[in-house]
């Protein structure tokens, strides 16, 4: 069996000096050095330190906004959303290579790091809802991939091993009325650079209901399972269907919808409990356990057997209350997924 990888979705708690507001305004300024960079430092090796094989980059700003703020300057268009490549930079990864650097000084290695995106889908969503542009739609692929490619040019001391493209709405949102052929094409033009330099392109998806789609793009070759939360989403993918497109998975094998899982204790103790650290502390030491984690995993495995490639969290982290309780789910997911491959070697 081939080594199932441990890799997060991105999001994290911010220490308390730090808000996501002003760390956004910072990388828009050009500010990191002083306030951006050692936020970023700091998560980052909070991920590390907690096993996570493949991490994502410290994604501490609006993940719309992160992308849409550029494709809508003026001074960085040739035309109306047609971004310049000079433009299309993530300074999140430029912090993520500062970091390797110092890996790479200690063990001779490129770490392997993880690159998310947000899709055209989303992006065109949030810009304009219901209305279908099919020509607008495709430029925002095509800036989606602009941020892809000078990330990959750019990075010196890490390797981006997975390139995510973040699309929350599809099979969610009703808005979408894009046909199916103009959204695998944006998937084919948003995920052109990743592949051409060899990285995986995962789907990051809430609902796989239109999975098959990702599937038929020439580009995406994972798809994200949020199935621990909700494991009926398993039985939503046809393994039949990964095979006849050489298509993996990435297994969502701890939970990270931390309001219900406040709300349960909430009901356990009768009271909200939100701001009581050592009963939260149950999360990750009664409900979200290394045993529990693998034991989802196996139950996955026992389904989609080797189309598995990855597995972490369900989702991002950063509506959790503290950077330690996220810390420890990680912990507790790099636990399961170490023990599985070791039982499965």
Request: include cysteine; glycine fraction near 6%; proline fraction near 5%.
């Amino acid at each position: 069996m081939t080594e199932i990888l441990f890799d997060d979705i991105g999001s994290f708690p911010l220490p308390a000096n730090a808000s996501k507001t002003a760390l956004s305004e910072a990388a828009f300024a050009g500010d990191n050095d002083a306030f951006l960079f050692p936020v970023l430092d700091e998560i980052l090796e909070l991920k590390m330190n907690a096993g996570v094989m493949i991490p994502n980059y410290s994604q501490v700003r609006d993940m719309n906004e992160q992308f849409l703020r550029p494709m809508k300057d003026e001074k960085c268009c040739d035309g109306p959303f047609e971004l310049k490549e000079e433009c299309a930079g993530t300074v999140e990864m430029k912090a993520m290579d500062l970091y390797c650097q110092k890996i790479k000084e200690k063990t001779g290695e490129k770490p392997l790091v993880r690159m998310c995106v947000t899709g055209p889908t989303e992006l065109y969503l949030k810009e304009f809802g219901g209305a279908s542009y099919a020509d607008i739609y495709q430029l925002f692929a095509k800036d989606v991939n602009l941020f892809v490619r000078n990330a990959m040019k750019s990075m010196k001391y890490c390797q981006i091993a997975t390139v995510s493209i973040d699309e929350p709405s599809i099979g969610i949102n009703p808005d979408l009325a894009l046909p199916a052929d103009e959204i695998i094409a944006a998937f084919n033009t948003a995920g052109k650079d990743a592949v051409k330099n060899g990285a995986d392109v995962e789907i990051h998806i809430h609902s796989p209901l239109y999975y098959d789609l990702a599937c038929q793009s020439e580009t995406i070759n994972v798809i994200g399972m949020e199935s621990a939360a909700t494991p009926s989403y398993a039985d939503m993918i046809d393994k039949k269907v990964l095979s006849d497109y050489d298509t993996y998975v990435r297994a969502g094998i701890t939970r990270t919808d931390i309001f219900s899982m406040a709300g349960t204790l909430n009901e356990k103790y009768g009271g909200n409990v939100w701001d009581k650290p050592e009963i939260m502390k149950e999360i990750i030491t009664v409900l979200e356990t290394p045993e529990t984690a693998e034991k989802r995993l196996e139950k996955l495995y026992a389904v989609f057997g080797d189309r598995i490639k990855y597995a972490g969290p369900d989702c991002g982290l950063g509506s959790w209350p503290s950077q330690e309780l996220a810390a420890d789910l990680l912990k507790n997911t790099g636990i399961a997924i170490a023990s599985f491959n070791k039982k499965h070697k």
